[in-house]
């Protein structure tokens, strides 16, 4: 972005020097989880049972783990997107406020990758054979 | 004003304690069989339940989990609107405000009914 005038500095960025990116993201995501966990849940409900056997088969089809696969991408960004700004609103000590914004970010990038690699996992047939 | 701090509050305990059972139960579904049983003994348990106590609190965390998500959900629909630039009359801002809590609770109500009636 422009570096010359001050209006150029400023125009179309705000105070958080990122422009509306962050509150268009957490728009989208907020979409996607709409119809994502829209799917999870009648999925869910659709089960016959919660045994090992049912949901192992069910997570393995991959018109499961795709779409699982995109609702942890887009609820963990989404989270994560939240979380920040609960952080910044109520957090006041500036290297409190770094450090939680760390570990958010560290939470939810191993959080995330945990969840695709199970995932992946019993899709590619890791365990389904169990 | 109550509906607001909700959403801030129901989005946070999905983000911590929602995240959590969610990655247990994915990772103990890809540990396989015994890892799985760990997590339906503790957390869903049925009949002959060797962990009653934890699975009556797991039950109450689950309903708690699904009010949370259909409120932010509801709540979330909301702010769509208002962000649009819509809704902001008093009577209509509250009445929707009203409904997010209608909507969650009856939503919650019907799938843990359809849960208890089946298991």
């Known amino acids: 972005m422009g570096t010359g005038t001050g209006i150029g500095r400023v125009r179309g960025l705000g105070s958080a020097r990122s422009g509306a990116h962050h509150w268009w993201h957490q728009r989208v995501t907020a979409a996607a989880n709409l119809l994502l966990m829209t799917w999870f849940v009648v999925s869910l409900l659709r089960l016959p049972s919660f045994d090992y056997q049912v949901v192992a088969q069910w997570l393995a089809s991959p018109f499961v783990a795709v779409p699982m696969a995109l609702l942890v991408i887009s609820v963990f960004y989404h989270f994560r997107l939240g979380l920040q700004v609960f952080i910044e609103d109520y957090v006041h000590d500036e290297a409190l406020k770094v450090a939680a914004l760390i570990l958010l970010n560290f939470y939810m990038i191993g959080g995330g990758a945990l969840a695709l690699f199970s995932i992946l996992k019993v899709a590619v047939g890791g365990a389904a054979a169990g | ?119």
Not at chain 2, 22 to 44: D, T
Not at chain 2, 71 to 79: K, M, P, T
Not at chain 2, 82 to 89: F, I, K, P, V
Request: one cysteine or more; charged letters at 10%.
């Open chain 2, 1 to 119: 004003m109550l509906v607001s701090i909700l959403h801030r509050a129901t989005g946070t305990a999905m983000a911590t304690g929602g995240v959590l059972i969610l990655l247990w139960w994915l990772l103990s579904i890809a540990s396989g069989p015994e890892s799985y049983a760990l997590f339906h003994s503790w957390v869903i348990g049925d009949a002959g339940a060797s962990h009653p106590i934890a699975n009556a609190l797991a039950r109450i965390v689950g309903i708690g989990l699904t009010w949370a998500f259909f409120q932010h959900l509801c709540s979330g629909l909301r702010h769509f609107v208002l962000d649009t630039g819509a809704g902001y009359e008093l009577k209509t801002n509250k009445f929707w405000a009203v409904m997010t809590l209608v909507v969650s609770i009856a939503a919650t109500v019907a799938i843990w009914a359809s849960l208890l009636v089946r298991f």
